[in-house]
């Protein structure tokens, strides 16, 4: 139905930058409804970054406020995370999420879709 497939992961040093995507294919028009992105520490829960609400307005956790920067071209149907002066506490696994929103099941739609992750260290 939906492939996310995410890039951009790297070992960087803390203040680097980095620019992570997830290319989106499959039937996105009728399954994906919001997309955002989650990270996961290492031995720790998957935690949400920053989304899209469902009207369009990015929001972030109060951790990359003014760091991070997510974005999506929907021409080329990719998201974008745009992450400044990295910190080591923003290290891990980063996910791409794309929701299917109400209704899902009567659209023939799973309630979410996940990528495989990339991932993200980051050294002091």
């Known amino acids: 139905q939906v492939q996310l497939v995410e890039t951009g992961g790297s070992v960087v040093q803390a203040g680097d930058s980095l620019r992570l995507s997830c290319v989106v294919s499959g039937d996105t028009a009728n399954c994906i409804s919001t997309m955002g992105w989650y990270r996961q520490p290492q031995g720790k829960q998957r935690e949400l970054v920053a989304a899209?609400?469902?009207?369009?307005?990015?929001g972030y956790v109060d951790s990359v406020k003014g760091r991070f920067t997510i974005s999506r071209d929907n021409a080329n149907n990719t998201l974008y995370l745009q992450m400044n002066d990295l910190k080591p506490e923003d290290a891990g696994v980063y996910y791409c999420n794309g929701a299917a929103g109400l209704g899902y099941i009567a659209r023939g739609c799973e309630y979410e879709y996940w990528g495989r992750g990339t991932q993200v260290t980051v050294s002091s």
């Open positions: 899209f609400r469902s009207n369009g307005v990015p």
